[in-house]
């Protein structure tokens, strides 16, 4: 049995994606709602540099394809984020049931 995944065109017509912003959006994707990650742990997944795949990070923010949502604890007074991943890029609300969340921790 081999394992596949259905990918939406829109993904890979955008040219204003590089092949690696395209390859961590992919990524990010396949990943389920509430996964927790690290640039590191991206990074270390395919041997690329920490830079590289927070470039690949940016690249996908300024092109909406991810948002970050920075939260503060009001008890610990700890900031984390929650990045939204979008198959395409998002308006300026995020459409329901169209994105996925991923909790991503800075390095």
Known sequence: MRAF??????????RRLSWG???????LLGLPDGSWITER??????GEGCMTVVASLRELEERRYLR???SRDPVTRQYSTVC???E??????S????????RLVAA
Do not use: C, H, N
């Open 5 to 14: 995944a259905a990918l939406a065109r829109s993904r890979f017509g955008d």
């Open 21 to 27: 912003a395209v390859g961590v959006l992919t990524y």
């Open 41 to 46: 742990i991206l990074a270390a997944q395919r």
């Open 68 to 70: 970050r949502v920075v």
């Open 84 to 86: 939204e991943v979008f």
């Open 88 to 93: 395409r890029p998002y308006e300026s609300e």
């Open 95 to 102: 459409p329901a049931g169209e994105f996925q969340k991923v």
